[in-house]
Structure formats: C-alpha cells, structure tokens
C-alpha cells in the first residue's frame, strides 16, 4: 500500500485518530507502519511508557542504537528486578520524569542497579520515584540511593525495606531543594526509619505537601512518623486504605477513607477501623472538610455489628461538625456473590441523617470476582 503523503492529511484529523487508538497499541503500530504521517504521534503514545526485566534491561541499550529518536517521546520507565544497560541509553532519557523500580535487593549483592547507571539517573528530570519491593541493605545505602533524586516531587514507597539495622540510624543526606508534593506510603510494608526519613524531610521540603495516600494501619515507631505527616498543614487531600490514630484533621479539604472486611474477624478489622474514623471526627470541634469519600469494600456479607458502627458516625454529622462540606460520598464495592443493595440498605437503616442529607450520595457496585 503506498503511503499517503502527509500534506494530504490534516493534522487535526491525525491527532483525533492517534487519540481514537491511545490503548491499541497494535492499531497504533499499523498505523505507524503504514503511513509515515502517523510515525511520530504514534511514536510519542507507543513509548510514552516502557518496562524493562531481567532480561529484558540490556533492550534499551538497543533501542537506542536502533531509533534514538523515540527517546524524546519516554516520559515513564519501570525497570523490574536489575538493569543492565548503557549509561549512554540512560542518559539519553531526557524527557523522563517518572521511574519506576520494582523487585530489587541490594542483600544479598544481586539484582541491583550498576553505580555507573544511577551517576546517570541523577543527571534526569524525574519528579515521580516509585520504590516497590526494594530491599536496601541499611539505611545508609537507603539514604545514599535517594541523593540521586535532588528533584523528586512525588514518591510512592511499597515493600521498601533495610535488611540491616545500623549504627547511625540518622545518615547525613545531601543539602536538598526539592519540595515533596505527593506521597504515598505502605506504612506497614516500610522499615520505620524510611518512614523516619520522609516524615523528617529528608527526602524533600513538605511545605508544599499537598497529598497523602496512606496504606494501612500504622503500629510502634510507625505511629509518629504517619501522625507527622497527616498534620502537616500544608496537606490537603488525604487517602487512608485503614485507619490512623485520632488525630486533628481540621486542615484537611479532601478525604478519602476505604475499609474492607477483607477478614472474618470483623472485630479486629472493619469495626476497629470505622470506631478510629468515628474518633477522629467526632474528636474535632469544626473542620474545614469540603469532600468525604467513605469506600467500603466488601470481600464478606457485612454483619449486622458493623452495620451499626454507622450509628456513631450520623451522630457525629448530626452534630454539624462540617460546615463547609459540598460532597459526601458512600460508595460500597462487593463482589457479584455479595448482595451489594442488601448491604447499601443495612447501612442505611442505621444511618437516617446520611439519607436525608442533601450532599450525601450512594454508589454501589458489583465485581464480576468469582468467590
């Protein structure tokens, strides 16, 4: 098939196609193939993102043999287990502002990052850093490896561990100018003094820290370090996948809270986390909330004990305690075998104030999970 000139196809109607076929990436390759029109914005969509493996690292270092050019287009790189390849490709990343690194430890010394690749890595532009599954060998090393990133604004810490506990639990780190925007933490999958470190700034100024997604329920030297950062005022919109401590939320605009009965043992899990909230709340005398979003996520039917944990949250918005809220969202999540309508009408025979509130809507929605 002979290639359409590019001078007989509008730009717009090219940009509207390519924007059609975002998440076709096969559609997208014959368009790339087919029309050289299309090379470039197909391009810029098809390595937009890339991921590299074990053995899979060493096809950057290709790729920028091979086409040089698309290298303007990668914005986010996720490299699992090791990366092996040139420091030339690294640096080649320009463009790049989130990196990803996932399933690495330092101990025992394999799947690591060669020195000479992270040197590279802080000449970049990354403002996203997503730690998952990394197991630095102590804190020093920790402390060590995060100097590369001078300019991170957002970071996202899962699974994020020191296999050694060390003398000097307060490394020295380099002078920073940063400022931390985002952050979202596993506050029981972190060694504490990671935790440490975030909380004190050591990573990045948290003046400016405007989002907080937390998961799970903070325990010991995890607590202080959470309560820290949940008050700094500059916060504005906070996530918790758990529960915290009763804490001043007076500052916060935002807030989401997603529970699940995920165990049987409903005590320890779905009740304890909703008395938490209801503390917290019911602890402040005004805040300046404006959107509450409580998800509940259902993995078993919800007993009738927890149904009536709702009771002392309708007292405690009966009380008026936010006077600036517009949106208050209650949205249940089950999977198919759960009657989730059941559920919604349950919780709401315990709440009469919610149901009447004018600012309050109820979403429920059905997985296709089998159980």
Not at 148 to 155: A, H
Request: with cysteine; glycine share 2%.
């Amino acid at each position: 098939m002979a290639c359409i000139s590019s001078k007989q196809i509008p730009q717009e109607l090219i940009d509207r196609i390519i924007n059609e076929l975002h998440d076709n990436r096969k559609s997208l390759e014959s368009c790339k193939s087919v029309c050289w029109a299309f090379r470039s914005p197909a391009e810029a969509v098809l390595f937009r993102r890339v991921s590299f493996d074990s053995y899979r690292s060493g096809d950057l270092s290709r790729l920028f043999e091979s086409s040089p050019h698309v290298f303007s287009s990668i914005r986010e790189v996720t490299f699992n287990e090791t990366v092996y390849t040139s420091v030339d490709a690294v640096r080649a990343l320009a463009m790049l502002s989130i990196l990803r690194i996932r399933c690495m430890t330092w101990f025992p010394d394999s799947y690591r990052i060669p020195a000479e690749v992270i040197s590279a890595f802080a000449t970049l532009p990354i403002r996203t850093l997503v730690l998952e599954e990394v197991i630095f060998r102590d804190i020093v090393h920790f402390s060590s490896f995060m100097d590369t990133f001078l300019g991170v604004e957002d970071i996202s810490f899962k699974h994020v561990y020191c296999n050694l506990v060390s003398k000097n639990d307060n490394p020295p780190v380099s002078p920073r100018t940063n400022f931390i925007q985002s952050l979202e933490l596993s506050v029981n999958e972190i060694s504490s003094n990671v935790l440490r470190m975030v909380a004190d700034g050591r990573l990045g100024s948290l003046t400016k820290l405007h989002s907080l997604t937390c998961v799970g329920s903070p325990k010991g030297k995890e607590i202080l370090p959470l309560l820290s950062l949940v008050q700094n005022p500059s916060l504005q919109y906070l996530k918790v996948e758990g529960d915290i401590p009763v804490v001043n939320l007076s500052h916060i605009n935002t807030l989401v809270i997603h529970l699940t009965n995920e165990n049987l043992d409903e005590s320890d899990d779905l009740i304890t986390s909703f008395k938490s909230w209801t503390d917290c709340f019911a602890g402040a005398e005004e805040l300046s909330l404006k959107k509450l979003l409580i998800l509940l996520d259902l993995t078993h039917r919800i007993s009738a004990d927890a149904a009536k944990q709702w009771v002392m949250l309708d007292k405690v918005l009966l009380a008026s305690r936010f006077p600036e809220l517009t949106s208050l969202r209650v949205k249940l999540k089950a999977p198919a075998w759960i009657d989730v309508e059941q559920a919604k009408e349950l919780i709401q025979s315990n709440s009469p104030t919610l149901c009447t509130w004018n600012v309050c809507t109820w979403e429920v929605e059905a997985s296709n999970e089998d159980r």
